[in-house]
């Protein structure tokens, strides 16, 4: 059984950082993906961050590149999102998601590529 935990949310002012853990037990890193989605009050789940976790080729929205950086630490178990000048807009509930199976790449921001999510972690930015 899989089970992502996130952590690492919390308030913080624009232009602040925030990183992101996700630890995962169960999984079997090598042949599938992960990913971080948000999502705020009466908006669509976004794709925000994805990361191959065989290869570690990352993916990212248009509207956090070059601002936030997924990364993996295979070791402990870990999928990282470090948040940097963060904007109000970036306020939402941010999950964690892990697929056990390879996903084409134009798919690995949409939540259905993905089978298994975390509870989420809040990140609010405040102006």
């Known amino acids: 059984q899989v089970q992502l935990v996130e952590s690492g949310g919390g308030s913080v002012q624009a232009g602040g950082s925030l990183r992101l853990s996700c630890a995962a037990s169960?999984?079997?890193?090598?042949?599938?993906?992960m990913g971080w989605f948000r999502q705020s009050p009466g908006k669509e789940r976004e794709g925000v961050a994805a990361i191959t976790t065989g290869g570690g080729t990352t993916y990212y929205a248009d509207s956090v590149k070059g601002r936030f950086t997924i990364s993996q630490d295979n070791a402990k178990n870990t999928l990282y999102l470090q948040m940097n000048s963060l904007k109000p807009e970036d306020t939402a509930m941010y999950y964690c998601?892990?697929?056990?199976?390879?996903?084409?790449?134009?798919?690995?921001?949409?939540?259905?590529?993905?089978?298994?999510w975390g509870q989420g972690t809040q990140v609010t930015v405040s102006s």
């Open positions: 998601a892990a697929a056990g199976y390879a996903v084409w790449r134009y798919y690995l921001l949409r939540g259905q590529s993905y089978n298994y």
């Open positions: 169960g999984y079997t890193y090598g042949t599938g993906c």
